[in-house]
């Protein structure tokens, strides 16, 4: 069974401050993500990383950055936390590009 | 850009019925749909998939059929119960000049028992 798990389920930060939210798989899986989910919205992709060190835009990169020094890590990085960035994180791991994403359980951000 | 639209936002069927998903895609190298349910609370799981090269594909009561010329797939669920209440997402995904996946914006189905 593939395991997907994020650093913390719920997390409360204050405007302005950096924020590191982790991801694990244990799968050797070449592919990872982070999407923010909002109501109405769907999935909205920040980042992917399709090897170690390697990473690509998705759609709303703005004011996220992301690290993956090893295969199984990937982290998304708020540098400098604001209120318009408290939402659901979820990070995915795949095998490939044409096949299932497995899915984190999400972290719940709120930036007071 | 790619845009996946997705329609209805929210479809309520009575037990037994059938409910169908309808999604629309733009970029015409997109050649990976999966369907994803995520049930309240939980994190979204793949309920079934289709390739470019595939009309249609059936799994129990869940099916998908693609219209490529259309640009456009579509989930059926038969014999709605209860459980099937959840969100529901389409995605599109192409490999050609970097991955790249993006989704619909979801439709919250709800089951009458």
């Known amino acids: 069974d593939v395991k997907v798990t994020q650093s913390s389920r719920y997390l409360v930060k204050r405007t302005g401050e950096k924020v590191f939210l982790e991801c694990v798989q244990d799968?050797?899986?070449?592919?990872m993500f982070w999407y923010r989910q909002d109501p109405g919205l769907g999935l909205r992709l920040i980042y992917f990383s399709y090897d170690v060190k390697m990473k690509e835009k998705g759609d709303i990169p703005e004011g996220y950055s992301v690290s993956r020094e090893k295969k199984e890590r990937f982290s998304l990085i708020l540098e400098s936390a604001s209120t318009n960035q408290t939402s659901m994180y979820l990070c995915a791991s795949s095998p490939g590009t044409k096949y299932e994403q497995y899915f984190g359980p999400g972290t719940r951000l709120t930036v007071t | 850009g790619e845009n996946v639209e997705q329609h209805p936002s929210t479809l309520s069927v009575q037990e037994g019925d059938s409910a169908v998903i309808k999604c629309t895609y733009s970029d015409s190298a997109s050649n990976y749909f999966p369907w994803y349910k995520q049930e309240l609370g939980k994190r979204p799981q793949l309920i079934i998939d289709i390739r470019s090269n595939v009309g249609e594909k059936k799994d129990q009561r869940i099916a998908v059929t693609l219209n490529k010329t259309a640009k456009h797939f579509s989930l059926h669920i038969t014999e709605t119960q209860p459980e099937d209440s959840a969100v529901y997402f389409c995605a599109a995904s192409m490999d050609t000049g970097g991955f790249k996946t993006i989704f619909g914006a979801g439709t919250r189905l709800f089951v009458k028992a």
């Open positions: 799968m050797d899986h070449e592919n």
